[in-house]
């Protein structure tokens, strides 16, 4: 899973979010391509474990051994860059047209050093990040290398989480490019709206998955109306709202994530926001599984069910409620009776009926190893009132505890 928060102009907060989500997320990679003022690592205490230099373009060189002062290269130079037969590196863009007419052969494109790039370890996982040099270029080559550099620490569960530019060039399209979700922050001004439906258009081509995440939102009411109704209008899910806190000052200033202030309600309302992006982790892994278009899909979640309750022995239950998920809202349900004990039959059916996911008090191991292999998530050890269940599951709180029922009136049942 790999998420980018992105912003449309920079100061809206976006590196304030990634520090909160990677606490709260644990096992996350992070990546700082906000390489033009990267100031993520100043959050953590850590150690580089690798620092290499990154050649983003080349410079023109003049050998002066061989240069007759002929002055045809600066004559070509679109960019102002050689004057008297020398080079200005700030101004040469390493075109290499100056190496073309030139009759002596006496320039030549030299790789030149735009950035330091490091792989720093924490308690709390790796961060790739880059120093750049002065008037180097942040360009998304740069960024594209700070992210293939984590690669190697990907194990499918943890997840990847990118500090982008602001803005819409090409470090940012490197920062978007291949992600599952873009988390875009922006602040309740008029021209918040205008750089979040920027940027929007950008992610928009490349079919991205986008979430609005509205920082400050408290100060700015009216503003705050517009871009939820702008949401609304682009079917855009605003996945939190976080209101002006001074704490916020206070974790800046101390490099302490903003999680770490217990009385902060911008923590409370980060921790409220992650438990709705959960539910778009769980749809992404149903898509990974499928053939459907990303912005099509629709979970169907199962639960076994007697009565109103989540039943404690899923092979026994009454039948099944459906519940169709869209969005983190539940957009339809119903309700289909157990056709009965079959070996092996209830994940088949289950399938049939397009469940993505089971939700069970107890199951056997057997019957949990099919529901796996027909392509259904099992999540076991459910109890209480089966709405209030799956409001919990889309919101990322319920988590399978693995159980596996052997009481014994209902042990073969349960392995159905």
């Known amino acids: 899973m790999v998420i980018s928060v992105l912003s449309g102009k920079g100061g809206t907060g976006k590196t304030t979010v990634v520090a909160a989500l990677s606490e ?4 996350v990679i992070k990546v700082d391509c906000d390489v033009d003022a990267p100031n993520l690592y100043l959050f953590y205490k850590g150690t580089d474990i690798e620092k290499k230099n990154f050649y983003g373009g080349k410079k023109a060189r003049i050998n002066r051994s061989l240069c007759i002062n002929c002055e045809i290269c600066e004559e070509v130079c679109k960019f102002g860059a050689i004057k008297n037969c020398t080079i200005d590196l700030f101004s040469c863009e390493g075109c290499g047209a100056c190496k073309v007419v030139c009759p002596q052969n006496a320039i030549s494109l030299v790789e030149e050093k735009t950035a330091d790039v ?6 709390k996982g790796i961060i790739s990040r880059a120093m750049m040099g002065v008037g180097s ?19 499918g569960k943890n997840i990847t989480i990118i500090d982008g530019s602001p803005g819409i060039g090409c470090s940012v399209i490197a920062s978007i490019t291949e992600t599952d979700v873009a988390l875009i922050v922006t602040e309740p001004t008029k021209s918040g709206l205008d750089d979040l439906k920027r940027i929007l258009e950008l992610s928009e081509r490349f079919e991205t998955r986008v979430m609005i995440c509205i920082n400050k939102y408290d100060i700015n009411s009216d503003m705050t109306a517009q871009i939820e109704a702008f949401a609304e209008d682009k079917k855009l899910f605003v996945a939190g709202k976080i209101p002006f806190d001074k704490k916020v000052m206070e974790s ?5 994530p903003i999680t770490e202030f ?22 992404t892994k149903m898509q990974n599984n499928t053939n459907h278009n990303w912005r099509n899909v629709m979970m169907r979640v199962a639960v076994a069910s007697d009565g109103s309750m989540v039943s404690g022995h899923f092979g026994h239950c009454e039948g ?8 983190v809202e539940v957009v339809n349900k119903s309700f289909v009776a157990n056709p009965g004990h079959k070996p092996g039959y209830l994940p088949v059916f289950l399938k049939e009926q397009k469940a993505n996911v089971i939700i069970a008090g107890g199951m056997g191991e057997a019957a949990q190893q099919l529901f796996i292999e027909n392509g259904i998530e099992v999540v076991v050890g459910a109890q209480g009132i089966a709405d209030d269940i799956v409001k919990q599951f ?3 709180v319920l988590k399978s505890t693995g159980s596996v029922c052997t009481e014994h009136s209902h042990e073969g049942h349960c392995n159905d």
């Open 24 to 27: 709260i997320a644990k096992k």
């Open 118 to 123: 490091f792989l720093t370890k924490t308690e």
């Open 137 to 155: 270029d942040g360009s998304g080559k740069l960024v594209t290398y700070l992210r293939k550099n984590v690669k190697r620490f990907e194990d």
């Open 252 to 256: 800046v200033n101390t490099l302490k």
């Open 262 to 283: 217990e009385d902060s309600s911008a923590r409370k309302a980060i921790e409220e926001m992650w438990l709705r992006m959960n539910s778009y982790m769980v749809i």
């Open 320 to 327: 099944f409620t459906l519940y169709d998920v869209d969005n």
């Open 394 to 396: 889309i919101g990322g």
